[in-house]
C-alpha cells in the first residue's frame, strides 16, 4: 500500500508552466532548468505519465523552450493562457480533467507567479501537488525560495526530477529502470 503522499503512476500528470524563450535572457539558471524539465518530459513519456504544458501570451513571449519543445509528446496541445494561473484557463482544467490524475507533478517558470498561483489553486481543486523543486526557478533566487516555501506550508510536496522518477517506478524490476537510469546518468 502507497503512503497518500507518495507518487503512483496511474493516477499522475506532469505540468509544465510558461517555460518560454522570452525568459531565457532574464533568468540565470534557464538553460539549466530547462534540460531538466526535458529529461523530466522523456521519463514522464517512458513511464505513461500525461504531459501537460502552458504558454503565457506566447504572442508576447514567444514559445516554450525548445530544449523541451523537442522531446515534447507528439501531437501534445499546447495551452495558451492569460491568466498567471494554469487553471485560469478552461483548456487547461479540461486537460487536467481528462487525465484522471489526481497527483501533479509542476514545474517551470516563474516560481513565484505563475507555479505559486497554478500550485495553490490545484491544491484548492482537491489536487496532490509536487512540487519539482529542481525544475522551478525566477528571475531572483529570492522569489524562488519564498515561492517554494509557501507553496509548501500551503500543503505541496517537495520533490525532485530523481526523487518523483523513482518514486514513480517503484521498483529496479520496472520495465522502463534501465531507460529512466540512462537519461538521469
Sequence with gaps: MLHQNALDQSRTALVVIDMQEAFRPKIADFAETASRIALMVEGAKLLGVPVLVTEQYPKGLGHTAEEIKAVLPDALG??????FSSCGASSFEDALRSTGARSILVCGIEAHICVNQTT?????????????????????????????????????IPSSTEMALF??????????????????K
Design 120 to 156: 495553490h489553486d490545484l491544491l484548492a481543486r482537491g489536487f496532490q501537488v509536487h512540487i519539482l523543486a529542481d525544475c522551478i526557478t525566477a528571475r531572483h533566487q529570492r522569489n524562488k525560495a519564498i515561492a517554494l516555501a509557501k507553496m509548501q506550508q500551503s500543503g505541496a
Design 167 to 184: 518514486e514513480l517506478m517503484r521498483d529496479a524490476k520496472h520495465e522502463q529502470f534501465k531507460a529512466i537510469q540512462r537519461l538521469i
Design 78 to 83: 499546447i495551452i495558451e493562457k492569460t491568466a
